[in-house]
């Protein structure tokens, strides 16, 4: 089992950066891929996603350059860095999280390849 709690959400104008954090909790074995998605409309789209063995990366098109998912392995959390924030990233964040284990890694990055998910946590940015 594995307990996920995103923080760090607020509404903020557009150009600046927000930092979203994701603690994890239960089985923190780094055999696992932790994701974040955000929902906007009843849609729940993959933004980033973390291989915590491999320490590769995926993200989305429309957040490359912009967004980074990064991990303290010590403090078991996930990040989310956010800049230059538009106001299509206006959002409900999710962090999530599965096993991924192997040595090759294709990123997850449909919602229903993860089994564990956070509460959520909303972005808003006005223009």
């Known amino acids: 089992q594995v307990q996920l709690m995103e923080s760090g959400g607020g509404s903020v104008q557009a150009g600046v950066s927000l930092r979203l954090s994701c603690a994890v909790s239960g089985d923190t074995s780094s055999s696992r891929c932790l994701g974040w998605f955000r929902q906007t409309l009843g849609s729940r789209e993959v933004v980033a996603a973390l291989?915590?063995?491999?320490?590769?990366?995926f993200y989305d098109d429309s957040v490359k350059g912009r967004f980074t998912i990064t991990r303290d392995s010590g403090a078991n959390m996930i990040y989310l860095e956010m800049s230059d924030l538009k106001p299509e990233d206006t959002a409900m964040y999710y962090c999530?999280?599965?096993?991924?284990?192997?040595?090759?890694?294709?990123?997850?990055?449909?919602?229903?390849?993860?089994?564990?998910w956070g509460q959520g946590t909303q972005v808003t940015v006005s223009s």
């Open positions: 999530a999280a599965r096993w991924c284990g192997g040595s090759s890694w294709v990123p997850p990055t449909l919602r229903e390849e993860y089994e564990y």
């Open positions: 291989s915590l063995r491999l320490g590769k990366a």
